[in-house]
């Protein structure tokens, strides 16, 4: 499938933009545009951090799509109980309005089917929320784990497919590094989680904080961790 022409804009993350396919019940996910890094006298220190961060945010996007290519050619992990139908695009030309300009983006895309997706406010009364560990579980067996505590802990970054599925939407946490994996089990992280569930979440499920990162942190731990990672199937 050859995908180009114009598309309206559908949401930001820190890494990709989805554009919207109305008629394939699809988006289109491409990296997000980068701003132009200026250079100011005596600010060098500035842009250097900025230059930095960016680089490593490219490097974390480029391994996690190299591990979702990986997923895609495998024969053990279950792809579709994970995520939503998502294809490789090699190539598309896109245009897109982006903060207010017209950009065109020409390069290889996720072509990754529509969803509800799950962002800070979505209620926590409002999905199962055994699909977040057993998903993540499942991939632990293969050695992949998720590199960000919102996608860790949810429901941000998850969502529902049209016919009900909790899924694993957003693919830049994607990650390999045992390590990285294991310290967003920590507790603090699970803190900072429940401080922005506080802040975000609406009155009637405030009583399901703490019994959702239990729940969660009951299943996903170290000591899972170290039973279940690279264990197979
Ligand atoms: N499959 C999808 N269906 C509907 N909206 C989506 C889908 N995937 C992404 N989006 C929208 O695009 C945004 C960025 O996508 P995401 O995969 O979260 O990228 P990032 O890794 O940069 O956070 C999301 O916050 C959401 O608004
Ligand atoms: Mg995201």
Same mark, same amino acid.
């Given at each position: 499938?050859?995908?180009?022409?114009?598309?309206?804009?559908?949401?930001?993350?820190?890494?990709?933009?989805?554009?919207?396919?109305?008629?394939?019940?699809?988006?289109?996910?491409?990296?997000?545009?980068?701003?132009?890094?200026?250079?100011?006298?005596?600010?060098?220190?500035?842009?250097?951090?900025?230059?930095?961060?960016?680089?490593?945010?490219?490097?974390?996007?480029?391994?996690? $799509?190299? #591990? !979702?290519?990986?997923?895609?050619? %495998? +024969?053990?992990?279950?792809?579709? &109980?994970?995520?939503? @139908?998502?294809?490789?695009?090699?190539?598309? $030309?896109? #245009? !897109?309005?982006?903060?207010?300009? %017209? +950009?065109?983006?020409?390069?290889? &895309?996720?072509?990754? @089917?529509?969803?509800?997706?799950?962002?800070?406010?979505?209620?926590?009364?409002?999905?199962?929320?055994?699909?977040?560990?057993?998903?993540?579980?499942?991939?632990?067996?293969?050695?992949?784990?998720?590199?960000?505590?919102?996608?860790?802990?949810?429901?941000?970054?998850?969502?529902?497919?049209?016919?009900?599925?909790?899924?694993?939407?957003?693919?830049?946490?994607?990650?390999?590094?045992?390590?990285?994996?294991?310290?967003?089990?920590?507790?603090?992280?699970?803190?900072?989680?429940?401080?922005?569930?506080?802040?975000?979440?609406?009155?009637?499920?405030?009583?399901?904080?703490?019994?959702?990162?239990?729940?969660?942190?009951?299943?996903?731990?170290?000591?899972?961790?170290?039973?279940?990672?690279?264990?197979?199937?």
């Amino acid at each position: 499938m050859k995908v180009c022409g114009e598309f309206e804009f559908l949401g930001s993350g820190r890494y990709f933009i989805a554009l919207d396919l109305p008629e394939e019940e699809s988006v289109i996910k491409i990296p997000r545009p980068l701003r132009p890094l200026t250079v100011r006298k005596r600010e060098l220190k500035k842009w250097w951090a900025a230059h930095c961060r960016r680089a490593k945010r490219i490097k974390k996007a480029a391994t996690a $799509d190299q #591990i !979702f290519r990986m997923l895609l050619q %495998s +024969k053990t992990v279950d792809v579709h &109980a994970c995520f939503p @139908q998502t294809d490789i695009l090699d190539e598309v $030309d896109v #245009i !897109f309005e982006w903060e207010g300009r %017209s +950009k065109r983006y020409q390069g290889s &895309a996720y072509l990754q @089917q529509r969803v509800d997706f799950f962002d800070k406010y979505t209620p926590l009364d409002s999905f199962n929320w055994d699909a977040i560990i057993e998903i993540q579980q499942h991939l632990w067996r293969a050695g992949i784990g998720l590199g960000s505590a919102a996608e860790t802990w949810g429901p941000k970054n998850w969502g529902r497919t049209k016919n009900g599925e909790i899924r694993l939407v957003d693919l830049s946490s994607l990650n390999q590094n045992k390590n990285r994996v294991s310290t967003l089990l920590d507790c603090t992280l699970s803190q900072k989680r429940r401080q922005r569930m506080v802040q975000f979440q609406p009155l009637r499920c405030q009583g399901q904080i703490d019994p959702y990162l239990t729940y969660i942190g009951n299943q996903l731990n170290q000591e899972s961790l170290d039973r279940l990672w690279e264990a197979g199937f």
